[in-house]
């Protein structure tokens, strides 16, 4: 039983700024790999920014140098403060974390239910 909920997404002009956040919650031991995916419209889900539990960080080399990744092992949170908006970075935003259960004592990834972020120009 583990859930992860996104907040923060919404509608910002081209330009602005956002912060996502998102929790995970339930039987879990560990979490190896904590980030963000997004999906427009036409297009596959891509990796945006994914923080790994050694403290690496893998960002998409579209957002590169605009978006910063934060995570808190012991809050069991991370956020992603994107500045510098574009109208391309329109899409839902999805958590995704790799963790390790009680549930079934295996590692597999898990998903957010997702947020919409909308750029206008």
């Known amino acids: 039983q583990v859930q992860l909920v996104e907040s923060g997404g919404g509608l910002v002009q081209s330009g602005g700024s956002r912060r996502l956040s998102c929790a995970a919650s339930?039987?879990?031991?560990?979490?190896?790999?904590m980030g963000w995916y997004r999906q427009a419209v036409g297009n596959q889900r891509e990796m945006v920014a994914l923080?790994?539990?050694?403290?690496?960080?893998d960002f998409a080399g579209a957002v590169k140098g605009r978006f910063a990744i934060s995570r808190d092992n012991a809050k069991r949170t991370v956020s992603l403060q994107m500045n510098g908006l574009k109208p391309g970075d329109t899409a839902v935003y999805y958590c995704?974390?790799?963790?390790?259960?009680?549930?079934?004592?295996?590692?597999?990834?898990?998903w957010g239910q997702g947020t919409q972020v909308t750029v206008s120009s």
């Open positions: 995704y974390a790799v963790v390790y259960s009680h549930d079934d004592y295996k590692t597999r990834g898990y």
């Open positions: 923080s790994h539990r050694n403290g690496s960080i």
């Open positions: 339930g039987t879990i031991l560990r979490i190896d790999s």
